[in-house]
């Protein structure tokens, strides 16, 4: 459990990282950051959805988290990068700290 | 007061032009390009701005928090305590631009260019941007209210010791939002580089050479014709054609010939043997370059030419040629010896060539038609010139490259080359941009398209626009000398004094370097011990530091400063843009400083004695 708590909030760390690189324009960057999240998001969300089949009394909503990476791929599709910077700062990281503080 | 009465009243008060040409643009009910734009709030006390631009919408701001964007995307900028220009693509809400602004050195410079007057006026009415627009370090230029500021700014402010360290930006999402207008940003911002580097190779070449020129030329005030009296005596409406040596003027120089007499034949110097092989004699002809060859003007029948010179031009052509002159520019010493007796003018700018020179005082004579002939700005074969003539231009390792044709292909070209290209086309701009009745045909029949002009074969544009006699030379009789005897007299003693100036100069320059090289010993033992002590409690770098002040006031507002300039800095221009580059370490930006600081001086102080020698025949 603590290594997954750990995993979240290194990931919140590259999501901040990431999210700079986009406000600042900084597009290669970004993108090449944006790898990086995708290989974490997928371990952590994996992670996730295992302890919530285990845990079903967990407190957090799967599909939430679902809903939130959804709209982060449509912005990244649509080429938006504030939008996409805005997805991951203020609601896939938030969410995924809320999510950490409750396991 | 609202927002935009704020705004306004800043803006009238801070950016005049600005102001002018926003209270002209509502009085000419002009169109902008149409821009959508909505609002939202969110969750901070700023709200994020969104442009629907041909059904596309483009988010500027984050949605959730723009105040916490802005700051995270201004993080990315560190400037430093010298001379530094930001040109920044993008007004929007200005919310990016406060926190930029924040960051900003004492000694930058902020130019903002915003493409769209319609989002120039919402942010007006809409926003405070009252920090930004009484900030001296901040320049606004909205394109469609005043497409040449830009250009104008980038002159007044880049120079060849900054362009280094200039810093470009852009707002978020501007460039999907104005793509044309971000292709013309960066235009201009290569096209100004280009220019410093032009400007940077003639001057080294030509420094030393330049002075001496001028002060050889000096004899000829007395009797010269200046460029406002020429402007008086020759109507607008009369069509001039400006006669260049590209290598298509072999096809049509016979054609001349009817033209004449029917409007105004410049030719520049190195067309003229070719008029004068076919014994066409035009109206007037011109030479600005310091090194050019007599031979174009041994012909006898040259001096029966009214001559348009520049003060730097070779003086041995100005001597041969014993007709009339006409000065073609004013500025540098020249300038301020005309002001002893309120006979300077603006700067014209030459352009870099003859033939810009040429096309560069059509602008000033205010006339309507101007055709271009022998303006090639490209190869044909080898040849350079007219008559099969190859030759190599100084600002060749710019690079050669292919431009688009005049018969719609592609022509090689030259680094010279291209820049002229680039400034013809940039000064029609300016021409169709101010509003000016002026049409430019390029009647050349080959070369390089310049984009801009109006193409007629020579036949066709004679046929059109040289109805109407004409008689140069019977008007040019009508036009006195501009100076007085009395005027002239007080420049020769403007000119004497400048002896005196140097002498004073010269003295105070040896006390100069030794307090720079005292203050450079005592930073660089700071900097060993690693001391970090305010220069005012240093004792030696207080002392030169208003040393320094004193004496560049005192030579700044010496008649003869622009000679010593140029002397100076030629030779220097390498070293002194290294020192001028930031070192991000303020103790070492002050050693390099004072280091520049007394490299100057030493090239100034054999400039004085240069001068000095060169002076003496006055």
Known sequence: ?103 | MNYYENNMELLRRFHTQLYHKCNTFALEHRETAPVQIDETNTKESERSMTLTIGGTSYRLNSAVRPVSEAERWAAQFQFGVGLQVVSMFGLGNGLFLHKLREKLGNHTVLLIYEPSAALFFYAMNHYNLAALLQDPRIHVIVDELDPIAFREKLIQYVDFFNMQQQVVSVHPQYEKCFPEAYQRFFQRLQENDERIMVNKNTLARFSHLIVKNTLENLWILPKLTMIEDLRKAIPKNVPVIIVSAGPSLDKNMELLRSAKGHSLIICVDTAIKYMLQQDILPDLTITIEPEKPIEHYQEERCSSIPLVCDIEANPEIVRLHSGRKVLYDCRGYLKNLLALVNKDRADIGSGGSVATAAFALCYQLEFETILLIGQDLAYTGESTHAGGIASEGINKEIGQEWVESVEGGQVRTRGDWIAYLRWFENAIQVIKDTGKKMRVIDATEGGAKIKGTELMTLKEAVAVFCKEKFDFSMAFEQVKPSLTANEFQQIHQGIRKSRQELQKIRKAIEQGIKSCREAVKELDRMIKLNRRIEEAKLPLTAKASSQVKELNRMSEAALVYPLLNNYAVAGIADELQRLSADTGDSLKNRVNYFKKTCLAYEAMAEACVGIEAMLEQY
């Open chain 1, 1 to 103: 459990m603590q290594e997954l708590k750990e995993e979240i909030q290194a990931l919140s760390m590259k999501i901040s990282a990431v999210t700079d690189f986009f406000y600042q324009q900084k597009e290669a960057e970004a993108y090449q950051g944006m790898e990086l999240i995708l290989l974490s998001v997928e371990s952590v969300t994996g992670q996730l959805f295992q302890y919530k089949q285990k845990h079903p009394e967990a407190p957090f909503d799967q599909s939430q988290l679902i809903l939130v990476l959804t709209e982060a791929m449509r912005a990244m599709e649509a080429r938006d990068n504030v939008l996409l910077a805005d997805t991951l700062e203020y609601e896939l990281k938030e969410l995924l700290l809320e999510i950490e503080a409750g396991l």
